[in-house]
């Protein structure tokens, strides 16, 4: 009886051990190491003239529009109309903003890598990639001409 208390025992703990991991690398989302890193590495795909592919998600109504190619150009105009100064930093402010449902999910499709966009409001985005390690980019998109707003945009291509 012993044997098998003991053996139950050593069964259990070594069953637990695997459960504790100091740092999953997928469940830890640090802070980026550049401000802007999947924003850049869109514009670089885009100036690779890597093929890629739009689609808009309306949260509100979970359908999906395609876009079509001669629209695609939006990506690289709003890449453009950006600066530093409209890379905003993680505050309190922002999570309490973040903390609200996106209006559209502008989800772009490379060969290999796949991007979204949560676009909450004429004013704010964020971009991550589909299973990204680090925090996404959450630009402000105040200072963007309203030609390239992807807010404007993902509502211009859902009433299409």
Do not use: A
């Not at 890597?50 to 359908?63: G, I």
């Not at 996106?102 to 991007?115: A, G, M, N, S, T």
């Amino acid at each position: 009886m012993k044997k098998i208390t003991l053996f139950l025992i050593c069964l259990l703990s070594l069953s637990f051990v695997g459960c504790i991991n100091i740092n999953p690398k997928y469940l830890e989302f640090k802070s980026q190491p550049e401000v802007g890193l999947y924003s850049n590495e869109i514009i670089e795909k885009i100036k690779n003239k890597e093929e890629f592919s739009l689609e808009v998600f309306d949260t509100n109504f979970y359908k999906t529009f395609p876009v079509g190619k001669d629209d695609n150009i939006i990506l690289y105009n709003f890449f453009n109309s950006i600066n530093n100064k409209d890379y905003v930093e993680d505050s309190r402010e922002t999570k309490k903003d973040l903390s609200n449902k996106e209006e559209f999910r502008l989800i772009v499709k490379f060969k290999e890598d796949k991007y979204i966009i949560n676009v909450f409001d004429s004013e704010l985005i964020t971009i991550h990639p589909w299973d990204g390690n680090y925090s996404p980019d959450i630009i402000n998109m105040k200072n963007v001409p309203l030609g390239y707003n992807l807010y404007d945009f993902c509502d211009y291509i859902r009433k299409d």
